[in-house]
């Protein structure tokens, strides 16, 4: 329950400070239908992503999972998804997409801070080694990019917190 303290907690401040409301984030109803389904569309590749990362981690597949009740690993994912996705997406990317002009080089830029941003994951937490390591940034760079790609398409903060948990609820479950 740290991680939306320290990622929600300064984006709050700032959107504040900046004068902006939360739409200003993509927190808003506006293209909410075509935000789940496009959403859905891309979550199926990134559901498929994440039965690869566990592929990676273990070495091959295992499907036992260790999660002990599957609604805290839903609440645990959506918590996560929503904290990252409206600092990243909501306004990492659309702040960066405002200043540089250009929606793929705003999410290009964002995506490699937020894959350089869970690269210490995969080498403290799961001890990948060099080669796991560079598959789980190529994977992680992959979703932020389709994250951000869903987020510029909707303007709505939910496409991307739907498509994150898509993706992390086959890394929590197939272990």
Do not use: C, Q
Not at 60 to 82: E, H, M, Q, R
């Amino acid at each position: 329950m740290i991680k939306p303290l320290i990622w929600l907690l300064p984006v709050f401040y700032f959107v504040r400070k900046e004068k902006l409301g939360l739409t200003s984030l993509g927190i808003t109803t506006k293209n909410l239908f075509p935000a789940i389904y496009l959403s859905l569309a891309l979550g199926v590749t990134f559901a498929i992503e994440g039965a690869i990362i566990n592929f990676i981690k273990y070495k091959g597949v295992d499907f036992s999972a260790n999660i002990g009740n599957f609604w805290v690993a839903l609440g645990l994912s959506s918590v996560t998804a929503i904290s990252e996705e409206v600092a990243f997406r909501g306004y990492f990317f659309s702040r960066v997409w405002r200043v540089v002009a250009n929606e793929w080089k705003a999410n290009l830029i964002t995506s490699l801070v937020w894959a350089a941003i869970h690269i210490p994951i995969g080498i403290f937490w799961w001890e990948l080694d060099f080669a796991g390591t560079v598959g789980y940034l190529i994977i992680i760079l992959t979703f932020g990019m389709g994250s951000a790609f869903v987020f510029a398409r909707t303007k709505n903060v939910f496409s991307s917190v739907l498509l994150h948990v898509l993706w992390e609820m086959p890394i929590v479950l197939f272990r």
